[in-house]
């Protein structure tokens, strides 16, 4: 490949490389030269991928030295999250340079995706190396992204250590929550935890609503925090259930309603009514996974705000969350504005979040930045 400034992203797309030479299989480790013959990367490789390379490291160690070393520094750098978490996220893949691999920690178990053909053939080992550094009673694999097929991957998903229960049940915040294998993602958002206690100055006696509630984290700290009722919105029956179930578990009884719903029909549906609501949590799924659905998304989430500040009491409050990774957060504030304008209020940032420390950013590398949190104020407009 030619030498020019890459700021040692871990990607190496198929039209930077000038050749391909050797024999090898996709997915095996390969190593990168620059025009000139110098050394300059070893990572793997799938040629049917417009990612061509992944990189694992800049310096031509073997693979175990790779996986050891990198499986090592990532649990080091959560060593004080794992002291006092029972719950946290032990590898973000680039971020860790691992491309390809997540590892969250729930409790005595963990829960691991794999998303690219070189990671899976390293599974075997990354798993060795992963119960040298962690004792646990169990690892599941949740590997069930749509990434994988365009890996030429199955998905799949089951225990590869030891056993655990389908639902694992975990503290954080001073709540009991759930990791549900069968549910989203690696079964709980942890990226959200942080968040989640930012509301802890605003929900004293409000009602509120989660949308997009999955198993109600939003909802379970809104009512700890002392939020008088909440209405938790979600299309999976499943998922409402375990919310049923971790609210009665926590004292929430009385405190709380249940509605399975399509959210964009629910909001639609209760725009047709009066403002009703002091506090509204909006925490949907990303709209889109590629920079030509930009606008796609951009519509998605400026039609959920505007419809959930038409059910705000004024004034209010609007807790929006976007884990599209392709709008930045000057995106999502451009569309909250537009949102404003519409409804004709003021918005005030009161809070900003993002992803907590085990979901590290790696400057240089954008893709490992996605989530956007905002508290905002809403107010008539004189």
Not at 120 to 147: F, R
């Amino acid at each position: 490949m030619n030498k020019f400034k890459r700021n040692h992203h871990p990607w190496i797309y198929k039209n930077e490389i000038m050749t391909i030479k050797g024999d090898f299989e996709d997915g095996q480790i390969v190593d990168v030269f620059l025009k000139s013959g110098q050394f300059f990367a070893r990572g793997y490789i799938n040629t049917k991928s417009k990612i061509t390379v992944r990189i694992l490291t800049f310096e031509p160690k073997t693979i175990e030295q790779i996986l050891q070393s990198r499986i090592e520094q990532a649990i080091h750098r959560r060593r004080f999250l794992l002291k006092h978490e029972q719950a946290c996220r032990l590898i973000y893949s680039e971020s860790d340079w691992l491309a390809g691999l997540i590892v969250d920690k729930f409790g005595p178990y963990l829960v691991i995706q794999i998303n690219t053909l070189g990671m899976e053939k390293l599974k075997e080992l990354s798993v060795k190396i992963l119960l040298q550094q962690v004792e646990v009673s169990g690892i599941y694999e949740k590997s069930d992204s749509p990434a994988r097929l365009k890996e030429g991957l199955e998905k799949r998903s089951g225990w590869i250590y030891g056993n655990g229960p389908e639902i694992i049940y975990y503290r954080s915040n001073g709540l009991t929550l759930a990791s549900d294998l069968k549910g989203q993602k690696t079964g709980a958002f942890l990226d959200q935890r942080l968040n989640a206690r930012a509301l802890f100055p605003y929900a004293e006696g409000k009602e509120c609503v989660d949308v997009f509630s999955y198993t109600g984290n939003f909802a379970l700290h809104l009512l700890k925090y002392g939020a008088k009722h909440v209405k938790l919105i979600d299309y999976s029956q499943r998922s409402l259930q375990i919310a049923d179930q971790l609210m009665k578990l926590n004292g929430f009884e009385g405190r709380y309603d249940l509605i399975c719903a399509n959210a964009f029909d629910w909001l639609k549906r209760e725009t047709s009514l009066t403002e009703q609501y002091d506090l509204i949590v909006l925490d949907p799924p990303s709209f889109a996974k590629t920079s030509s659905a930009k606008e796609s998304a951009e519509r998605g989430h400026k039609e959920v705000n505007l419809r959930a500040i038409k059910l705000l009491k004024k004034p209010g409050l609007l807790v929006s969350s976007s884990c599209t990774q392709i709008l930045s957060a000057f995106d999502f504030e451009r569309v909250m504005q537009s949102v404003a304008s519409d409804c004709k209020v003021n918005l005030r940032i009161a809070c900003r979040g993002g992803q907590p420390e085990d979901h590290p950013i790696l400057l240089g590398v954008p893709e490992t930045e996605y989530l956007k949190f905002y508290i905002f104020e809403a107010w008539r407009r004189d």
